[in-house]
């Protein structure tokens, strides 16, 4: 496997991709603001945000109904509900200024995959911007209540005998995700791939938006899923399935969405950019305050935002997690962090495994420069400079863009400085 890394852009990896570079190039030299102009103020007073209904979207449903876009010069901020991830791409690729959106919370790998336009109508690429991470842990796995005796849990090869026995009675095994090559896809075809059984071999996996998951499940269109919460929660609270685990015991403290806008609307107002971001991280430290989940799991299970009752959020906002096969924990550590730990800051090291795995799966060439690549896209230096502003404590701003090597449940490591070594130490992949 041929892979290239570098700390900044080489002239390989922009000829490799020369329409994306060249469109990112043009965006900052049409909009020179730098980082940040001298201004104080934020150079509009709104922006098009879209959103799923998942849990883990919280900090921009907060930031609106506590005000806080409004306390920091952005009251006419608009977060709108989308119906889906492809929905989403398709409305940042559209822009606000076309009826479209101009950032998301999204799944963490999807602005990769529209600034590279592997993804996009035409594979035109978008040029795109995270400026945060959202949140870390608490999606989950689960499975249908037919598969309750084999005691499937974190190990996945317990599904192995009655998936190869479904498919010898000629029916399909369906595995659904919410988005290729996004954060529940890698998140499942983990979780199968540990337990031996091969995600694009051994299992047909589907794409389902998150609200439909339970519905779908309940009729039996299919055997497992990959979803945020309260998906996996009301799914168990309406007795349709169970969970077999939560992502937090895949990978503890495992990134998950992030803020993603385009790049050219940072770029034009960069201000802005930082109020937005400053709005948001004190609604991330609202949500992680354990004595907010109630009036939390209240205002998201409204009829505008979720539509769901209350009851199928809190529960594991709060770390208590009934997983439906008889087993029910309380107090755990694998409730969503909003703040806590970093949970805000958007690590370069994290989004360099997501382009590992997208690597990995074939969705990304095996050549792609990642740390080039990832460069351009994470704009940390925007969260750093809200940070200041805000007078976020020295010990909770990163002293670098690395967490580190970090080590999964299987005890597979990886580096985020040799992506190439982890990558070579799996033994199920579609790449070669």
């Known amino acids: 496997m041929k892979m290239t890394f570098s700390n900044g852009i080489t002239r390989r990896s922009l000829l490799k991709t020369t329409a994306t570079a060249a ?23 709104g922006v098009k945000l879209g959103f799923i209904a998942l849990t883990d979207a919280a900090p921009l449903i907060i930031a609106k109904e506590k005000g806080l876009f409004e306390k920091y010069g952005m009251p006419d901020v608009e977060v709108a509900k989308q119906a889906s991830w492809g929905a989403t791409r398709d409305n940042l690729a559209l822009g606000g200024e076309a009826n479209g959106i101009d950032g998301a919370h999204i799944l963490s790998p999807l602005p990769y995959l529209m600034h590279t336009g592997k993804v996009t109508q035409n594979n035109v690429p978008v040029p795109m911007a995270i400026l945060s991470r959202l949140n ?24 192995k005998a009655a998936f190869e026995k479904k498919k010898a009675e000629g ?42 998951m339970v519905a779908n499940m309940k009729v039996g269109n299919m055997d497992c899923f990959c979803v945020g919460e309260p998906w996996n929660e009301q799914l168990v609270n309406q007795g349709i399935g169970f969970t077999a685990t939560t ?4 990978w503890k403290g495992h990134p998950e969405k992030a803020l993603g806008i385009r790049a050219d609307w940072v770029e034009k107002n960069p201000n802005a950019a930082k109020a937005l971001m400053m709005a948001v991280m ?34 594991r906002l709060k770390g208590d997690i009934n997983y439906g096969n008889g087993r029910v924990v309380t107090g755990t550590d694998l409730y969503m962090k909003f703040w806590a730990n970093a949970a805000s800051y958007p690590y370069k090291s994290h989004d360099i495994w997501f382009m590992a795995e997208n690597i990995r799966w074939g969705k990304l060439a095996p050549d792609t420069d990642i740390k080039a690549l990832v460069d351009q896209v994470n704009r940390e230096d925007i969260w750093r400079a809200a940070a200041a502003e805000l007078g976020v404590a020295a010990a909770d701003i990163p002293a ?26 799996l033994s199920i992949k579609a790449a070669s």
Not at 25 to 43: K, N, V
Not at 147 to 157: I, P, R
């Open 23 to 45: 469109m990112f190039t043009a965006i900052r030299t049409a909009f020179p603001s730098g980082a940040f102009a001298a201004t104080a103020g934020p150079e509009v007073t």
């Open 136 to 159: 870390t842990d608490s999606q989950g796995i689960s499975v249908a209540m037919e598969y309750a005796d084999t005691g499937v849990q974190l190990d996945a090869s317990k599904l």
């Open 171 to 212: 029916k399909e095994v369906k595995a659904a995700m919410t988005f290729p090559g996004g954060t529940h896809d890698l998140w499942l075809r983990y979780w199968l791939a540990a337990g031996g059984i091969n995600p694009d071999k051994d299992v047909s996996t589907i794409v389902v938006p998150p609200p439909q």
């Open 247 to 250: 992502t937090g015991e895949l």
């Open 282 to 315: 004190e609604a991330q430290m609202w949500c992680e305050s354990m004595d907010n989940k109630e009036e939390m799991a209240s205002i998201l299970g409204k009829r505008q935002w979720f539509n769901v009752p209350a009851k199928d959020v809190v529960g």
């Open 400 to 425: 670098t863009t690395s967490r580190g090597k970090e080590t999964f449940f299987d005890g597979k490591v990886f580096d985020p400085e040799n992506p190439s070594a982890y990558l070579d130490s």
